[in-house]
């Protein structure tokens, strides 16, 4: 029987950050696929490889979120690595196996544009933008591409830089409460705010009612690391970017075998996106920014309201119009009817359940305003073009795992039994 290989996995892994839990979690799915080597935490790996004889080295490969010294500690051993750390600052020297930050960025930009919004900004710490600079904008490209799905469709995007480490100590987080507090009153309304760290996107949104500003009508809303606690278990919930660490895991460990296994050269500068990203939009980014004053009182009743057993005369009653100059005005400034928009709404609700819960047709249908489940399923399929089962089955993080390893997407095709790189 072969011995089985031994694999370092040095991130991590006790750490609370669902990007590190994530990595570990995909790690672990490759090695349960995979019984021939055998993984195990290495939580001290470069002291473990400088203590070590080139003629005994201690592991086969390495996944991890290297440092420059465990590289160099590696090559001496001639042991592979894999770096799955966005801050490295080995790029160029091992493999790097990140998400794909450009494409989230676009997708942050879209979704808040598709909102109307003609405001953005961004929150990015001071260690986001050195690290950004030291790698060209391979790690960090979510920030720069954001910005520029904003330019192209027309609109200015403002740029506020937080310190390094907003609690490293008391006079550093006082002094970021000050000054993100005086940034957001100068900037103009609405804005739509792109905060990729989710600590820092929950603190505005938590702070927002003290500025006067209402979520998400005044202040839109997004992050990009999907922490459930930060996310989705307070009021308002924020629309986030799931960045998929655990497929970037599951393929990091793919590429290790296949260099181990001599199917795979490494060269120079080589980075792998891995096309694993999904944006869940919630109560944060919830509403339509519109610049008629009747419109846009409806439209928030709509929002606040559209999972009752709302009608359109509800809706003109409640803002002191008829029904026949409401639709006027929807038409003008939103391109859809008051009906159209309050279907939209409920569907908004209907979609983020499917990913975000187990719930019953029946259930979901009770709880966002459609008189049946018949109603909902018939309504979901002509609106959306899929049944609302095969929704929840690609989008809900299980399905869309399942359905990734199924296909590895770097930045550029890759013959079989290879990776490419760019």
């Given at each position: 029987m072969p011995k089985k290989r031994r694999i370092a996995v040095a991130i991590n892994a006790q750490h609370p950050h669902t990007e590190d839990q994530q990595l570990y979690h995909g790690i672990r799915r490759y090695s349960q696929d995979?019984?021939?080597?055998?993984?195990?935490?290495?939580?001290?790996?470069?002291?473990?490889?400088?203590?070590?004889?080139?003629?005994?080295?201690?592991?086969?490969?390495?996944?991890?979120?290297?440092?420059?010294?465990?590289?160099?500690?590696?090559?001496?051993?001639?042991?592979?690595?894999?770096?799955?750390?966005?801050?490295?600052?080995?790029?160029?020297?091992?493999?790097?196996?990140?998400?794909?930050?450009?494409?989230?960025?676009?997708?942050?930009?879209?979704?808040?544009?598709?909102?109307?919004?003609?405001?953005?900004?961004?929150?990015?710490?001071?260690?986001?933008?050195?690290?950004?600079?030291i790698c060209g904008v391979k790690c960090y490209a979510e920030i720069p591409s954001f910005s520029v799905t904003v330019k192209?469709?027309?609109?200015?995007?403002?740029?506020?830089?937080?310190?390094?480490?907003?609690?490293?100590?008391?006079?550093?987080?006082?002094?970021?409460c000050r000054d993100i507090r005086k940034w957001l009153i100068a900037q103009p309304k609405p804005l739509a705010l792109f905060v990729p760290q989710d600590f820092l996107c929950r603190y505005i949104a938590d702070l927002a009612s003290d500025l006067g500003l209402n979520v998400p009508h005044d202040l839109g809303l997004i992050c990009a690391e999907n922490e459930p606690n930060l996310c989705k278990l307070t009021n308002p919930t924020l629309s986030s970017i799931d960045l998929g660490y655990s497929q970037v895991g599951y393929e990091s460990a793919v590429l290790l075998e296949e260099i181990m296994a001599g199917r795979h050269r490494v060269k120079i500068d080589e980075f792998f996106r891995i096309d694993s990203c999904v944006l869940h939009p919630r109560s944060s980014t919830d509403a339509v920014v519109v610049n008629d004053p009747l419109a846009a009182q409806a439209m928030r009743f709509i929002l606040e309201n559209s999972t009752k057993s709302i009608k359109v005369g509800d809706v003109a009653a409640a803002v002191s119009a008829t029904r026949r100059t409401l639709d006027r005005r929807f038409h003008d400034f939103i391109g859809r009817t008051v009906k159209q928009e309050i279907v939209r709404c409920r569907l908004e609700h209907v979609k983020r359940r499917l990913v975000e819960s187990d719930d019953l047709l029946k259930e979901l249908a009770l709880n966002s305003g459609f008189s049946s489940k018949r109603r909902l399923y018939e309504t979901f399929v002509r609106e959306e073009g899929i049944a609302p089962s095969a929704y929840r089955a690609k989008r809900q993080p299980a399905a869309v795992l399942r359905d990734n390893e199924r296909r590895r997407t770097p930045s550029v095709s890759a013959p079989q039994g290879a990776y490419a790189s760019t």
């Open positions: 995979h019984p021939g080597s055998e993984y195990v935490l290495a939580p001290f790996i470069t002291e473990d490889l400088i203590a070590a004889s080139p003629s005994k080295p201690p592991y086969d490969g390495i996944i991890a979120q290297a440092t420059p010294e465990l590289e160099v500690a590696a090559a001496r051993l001639k042991i592979p690595v894999v770096d799955v750390w966005r801050d490295s600052l080995l790029l160029g020297t091992v493999p790097c196996v990140c998400p794909d930050f450009e494409k989230a960025g676009r997708m942050v930009g879209e979704h808040l544009v598709s909102r109307g919004f003609e405001n953005f900004g961004v929150v990015v710490t001071q260690s986001s933008l050195e690290q950004n600079a192209e469709h027309g609109f200015k995007c403002s740029l506020f830089s937080a310190p390094r480490n907003v609690v490293y100590n008391a006079q550093v987080w006082q002094r970021w």
